[in-house]
């Protein structure tokens, strides 16, 4: 994967690259690392509203058509092919370092040793807090050499068991910020990936007033994506599939009902409801659609910001061929201009707080925001059990 020379802008999660990673069968655990694919100028001429020609040998694939509309993020892990392909930007998690420890000849390990071998922990004298500074070392010390390895962004994912701590997320964004300042990682090189909980939210907006970019995850429904994008988020992600999921199996969510009553998809319509509640209040914040199930998805979300898609969507679109002399019948389903004639109640358009929050998000968001907690969390005691078992680390 050929390496982009651009610095990312703050309002840019992934600088472009074309080719896509390949998946480490040995990290099936492993949180993804995220690359984003490089526009075909053919593709780019689409997404200018220009005819394609080109010479008749050329292949076009719905992969190159598709990537001039919307950022792809290949969801994909990565641990020491950088010879082979080189990621552009990447994120950095509990499940990231389970997949690391699974692997034991890969370059990561030192820097697990390292935060294992840390002073400062080692004199912590709670075992769980001891535990918890080896955690956020290690995301670091990880976070650190990735970032070192690739020109983009790296996300770090905070603590879910802070999730519905304001201070507690700030204090653990504060303690990651310094310790990639140690390892000369700029913080506009840096994303924190935040639980969208309002404390999340507050958290998010009382961070970006310092110009630390945060990714709010987890979003489910209007009410936290307006909540965050008025809060300046630079980054909300949106899980469309698992919305889909969620509706084929319940009933009684205001939000869904609604959008099933329209003959729309409840994941798909969520983000083009964001999309253009971003664009019409012009917020900074940048639309990242996950948990794409299909290449329909792909197609239906044109224009987003960034979508995250599995490897086996892109290669097969990738596999499927397009004729360049054949006018694109791909087009953006999302455009700013959306913002200006959707139809949002007065209801919609408030300053969201903690109470109106709490009142607007239905069961779906909720259900499916406690689940993604629980797994995180899961994860960062995995993560911590571990630790505990193979500490002191060889030579301390």
């Not at 630390?212 to 965050?228: N, P, R």
Request: hydrophobic fraction near 40%; glycine fraction near 6%.
């Amino acid at each position: 994967m050929a390496l982009s020379v651009s610095t990312p802008t703050s309002s840019s999660l992934l600088p472009p690259s074309r080719q896509v990673g390949r998946w480490s069968p040995l990290a099936r655990s492993a949180k993804p690392a995220f690359f984003s694919l490089q526009r075909s100028p053919l593709a780019t001429r689409a997404a200018a509203g220009s005819a394609p020609t080109s010479p008749v040998d050329e292949i076009v694939t719905e992969l190159d058509a598709v990537a001039g509309f919307s950022e792809i993020v290949p969801d994909t892990v990565v641990f020491d092919d950088f010879e082979r392909f080189a990621p552009t930007a990447a994120t950095v998690s509990s499940s990231l370092l389970l997949g690391i420890a699974g692997l034991p000849d890969t370059k990561f390990n030192s820097a697990i040793d390292t935060a294992l071998a840390d002073g400062e922990c080692n004199a912590v004298e709670k075992p769980e807090d001891r535990l918890s500074c080896y955690l956020t070392k290690a995301l670091a010390n990880v976070g650190a050499e990735l970032a070192h390895q690739v020109p983009g962004r790296v996300s770090t994912e905070i603590d879910a068991r802070l999730a519905y701590d304001t201070q507690g997320i700030i204090q653990r964004v504060h303690e990651l910020l310094n310790l990639y300042n140690q390892h000369d990682v700029p913080t506009d090189r840096l994303l924190f990936k935040i639980p969208a909980t309002w404390q999340g939210i507050e958290a998010s907006r009382l961070l970006e007033s310092e110009g630390i970019q945060t990714h709010l995850t987890f979003v489910y429904s209007f009410a936290q994506a307006a909540a965050a994008a008025q809060a300046g988020a630079s980054v909300v992600q949106i899980f469309v599939g698992r919305l889909r999921d969620w509706a084929r199996n319940h009933s009684g969510d205001p939000e869904i009902d609604e959008a099933l009553k329209k003959g729309e998809d409840a994941g798909l319509a969520l983000a083009k409801k964001v999309y253009a509640y971003i664009h019409r209040n012009g917020y900074k914040t940048k639309l990242m659609a996950a948990a794409i199930r299909n290449k329909q998805d792909v197609f239906s979300l044109l224009g987003i910001d960034y979508i995250i898609a599995p490897l086996k969507i892109l290669q097969s679109l990738e596999e499927s061929v397009t004729d360049p002399d054949v006018k694109y019948s791909y087009v953006p389903r999302l455009t700013p201009a959306i913002g200006k004639t959707y139809d949002f109640t007065e209801e919609e358009l408030v300053k969201w707080d903690q109470l109106s929050l709490a009142a607007a998000m239905g069961p779906a968001a909720e259900e499916l925001l406690a689940s993604g907690l629980e797994g995180y969390v899961n994860q960062a005691r995995r993560v911590e059990e571990l630790f505990g078992k193979i500490w002191p680390p060889p030579n301390v």
